[in-house]
């Protein structure tokens, strides 16, 4: 098994370790910038590396893509002038999920399998084992690549190109609102001297499972969101007391106060489910 892996940077050095463990495999490397880890890579396996991708992409029966979202497409389109009929294409970039599922029309048009790879972490801490969430045609193979070189892997059950891209950034929108709402909620606690009897009093929400307790804000966000616009605005008082500025609420302030302008012109029922509540955000508050 031939694999040819586009950009030698820290994922690409990762993976070349990881999939070398495989008996019978054989590499091809590319990179225009090759910085002095990947000099070292290369001269490892004794292999030199290409500075333009070309006819010799023909030989490669897995492409990995491991180059700067910025400029993935335009290097898939690039690599899929030379690859084989019937070989696999992994994009394990940030690119958009629009790029990536461009990338996969283009690919099929090619005769060629395009695997939407998301990196779901740091490769830097977990090396191989970082997880990777994979979707499109010939997922399930990718996946069962890496996991037989040892790595994380796992597909989108039923995802098309682009998917995993798009579950990655919306689990970073997220994590990053969580972190931030975390730094502001123990400064304050902090400065108001209650940090170690925070954790009780939000205890009931280790209750509930995370999808439900998710579920259940949006769906009575939309039944309760007036009232909840004058808490926020309240809880920033309270913190501008304690000689903190929130950056956050004033963003959550917003976002109620939206949904109840919304609400008092568009009443959304007294107990609507989660898909009306979804719905109709996005229909008259989005």
Not at 58 to 67: H, I, P, R, T
Not at 81 to 97: C, F, I, N, Q
Request: hydrophobic content about 45%; glycine content about 10%.
């Amino acid at each position: 098994m031939n694999i040819a892996i586009i950009g030698l940077g820290e994922v690409g050095r990762c993976y070349v370790t990881a999939l070398a463990t495989l008996s019978g495999t054989t590499f091809e490397f590319c990179d225009t910038h090759l910085s002095q880890a990947g000099r070292d890579l290369a001269s490892k396996f004794e292999l030199s590396v290409h500075s333009e991708i070309g006819p010799w992409l023909a030989e490669a029966d897995w492409v990995l893509s491991c180059v700067f979202g910025a400029v993935s497409l335009d290097v898939a389109g690039q690599c899929f002038e030379h690859m084989k009929v019937g070989s696999r294409y992994a994009d394990l970039t940030t690119a958009s999920p629009a790029d990536k599922r461009v990338a996969a029309v283009r690919a099929k048009a090619k005769g060629l399998n395009y695997i939407d790879v998301a990196v779901m972490g740091a490769i830097s801490l977990a090396l191989s084992q970082t997880p990777l969430l994979c979707a499109g045609e010939g997922a399930s193979d990718f996946a069962a690549l890496i996991q037989s070189a040892g790595g994380n892997a796992r597909i989108v059950e039923g995802g098309a190109a682009g998917d995993a891209i798009s579950l990655k950034v919306l689990r970073s929108v997220f994590t990053k609102g969580m972190e931030a709402l975390a730094v502001e909620l123990l400064m304050a606690a902090e400065r108001q001297g209650v940090r170690e009897k925070l954790y009780g009093v939000l205890g009931d929400i280790d209750d509930s499972p995370l999808e439900d307790f998710i579920n259940m804000l949006v769906r009575t966000h939309t039944i309760h969101a007036k009232r909840r616009t004058h808490e926020v605005a309240e809880a920033q008082k309270e913190l501008r007391g304690s000689g903190l500025t929130s950056l956050v609420l004033p963003g959550v302030e917003a976002r109620f106060a939206k949904t109840a302008a919304a609400s008092e012109a568009n009443p959304v029922g007294e107990s609507p489910s989660l898909e009306d509540a979804l719905q109709w955000l996005l229909k008259h508050a989005a």
